[in-house]
C-alpha cells in the first residue's frame, strides 16, 4: 500500500497549542509527518530555530509517526528532499485563505508533484497566532492554554531576561544575546 508522507512547514516562533492541534490531525490522515521549521535569516525571531525544534520535539513526542526538522530555501524542494507527497497548511479563517491560496498555487506552479492540504484547527483556537501569542506574553497579558506548558515557560524566561536588561538591573546569567537585542529594541 503506498504510503503518504507530508511536511508540515512554518515559522513556529513560537509553536501553539493550534499548531500541535494541527499536527495531531495530520498525524491522523498521513502515515508520517515532518514539522519543518524554516530557518530564515532575514526574520528577527525570538526563539533561535534550535529552541523551537526543542519545543516542537518534546510537544510531538508522543506522536509515533511524527518528527521535527528544520530547512532552509524553498518549501517544496525540501518536501522532494525528504520524498514528501503533500504539504499540510493550516487555515483558521477566511483571512487566512487568499495568502494560503497563493502560497498553494506558486508551490503548484513549482512542483505540480505535491499537493498541499488544508485542515482547520478547533475552533478554539481560530483566533490564535505566534505573533498574539508573542505580543501577549510580552506585554504581560496570560498566554495560558494557548500554549502548551513548556512553551509558556520558555516565553516567561525570555520576557524575564529582557525585564532585567532593560530595567537596567545587574543580571546575574549570561542572556542570550538574541533576546536582549530584541528586548532592547521593544523597550519592554
Ligand atoms: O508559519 P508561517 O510563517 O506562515 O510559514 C510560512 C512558510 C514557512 C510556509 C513559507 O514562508 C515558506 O514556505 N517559506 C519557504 C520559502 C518558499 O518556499 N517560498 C515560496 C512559497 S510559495
Same mark, same amino acid.
Given at each position: 500500500?503506498?504510503? @503518504? ?5 512554518g515559522?513556529?516562533?513560537p ?7 494541527? @499536527? *495531531?490531525r495530520g498525524?491522523?490522515i498521513?502515515?508520517?509527518l515532518?514539522?519543518a521549521? #524554516? ?8 526563539f533561535s530555530?534550535?529552541? %523551537?525544534? +526543542?519545543? #516542537? ?11 521535527v526538522d528544520?530547512f532552509d ?17 493550516? @487555515?483558521r479563517?477566511?483571512?487566512? =485563505?487568499?495568502?494560503?491560496?497563493q ?6 506552479k513549482?512542483?505540480p ?6 485542515m482547520?484547527?478547533?475552533e478554539?483556537?481560530? =483566533?490564535?497566532?505566534? %505573533?498574539l ?5 510580552? !506585554?504581560?497579558g496570560?498566554? *495560558?492554554?494557548?500554549?502548551?506548558? !513548556?512553551v509558556?515557560?520558555k ?8 525585564h +532585567? ?8 546569567g549570561?542572556?542570550?544575546? *538574541? ?5 532592547? +529594541?521593544k %523597550?519592554l
Open positions: 500500500m503506498k504510503r @503518504i508522507k507530508a511536511i508540515y512547514p515559522s513556529f516562533d509553536p501553539t497549542n493550534g499548531h500541535l492541534d494541527l @499536527i *495531531e498525524s491522523k498521513f502515515d508520517e515532518v514539522v521549521i #524554516l530557518r530564515n535569516p532575514e526574520k528577527d525571531p525570538l530555530v534550535a529552541d %523551537r525544534r +526543542k519545543m #516542537l520535539e518534546s510537544m510531538t513526542s508522543s506522536f509515533e509517526n511524527v518528527s528544520t530555501g524553498l518549501t517544496v524542494d525540501y518536501a522532494l528532499r525528504v520524498g514528501a507527497q503533500a504539504i499540510l497548511r493550516g @487555515i479563517a477566511i483571512s487566512d =485563505y487568499e495568502y494560503e491560496l502560497m498553494a498555487l506558486m508551490n503548484r513549482l512542483q508533484a505535491l499537493e498541499t492540504v488544508f482547520m484547527p478547533a478554539k483556537y481560530s =483566533y490564535l497566532s505566534s %505573533r501569542v508573542r505580543e501577549v506574553a510580552q !506585554l504581560g496570560s498566554i *495560558e492554554r494557548l500554549v502548551p506548558d !513548556l509558556e515557560q516565553l516567561r524566561e525570555k520576557i524575564d531576561v529582557a +532585567k536588561f532593560t530595567n537596567g538591573k545587574p543580571h546575574a549570561k542572556a542570550p544575546s *538574541e533576546a536582549k537585542s530584541r528586548f532592547r +529594541k %523597550r
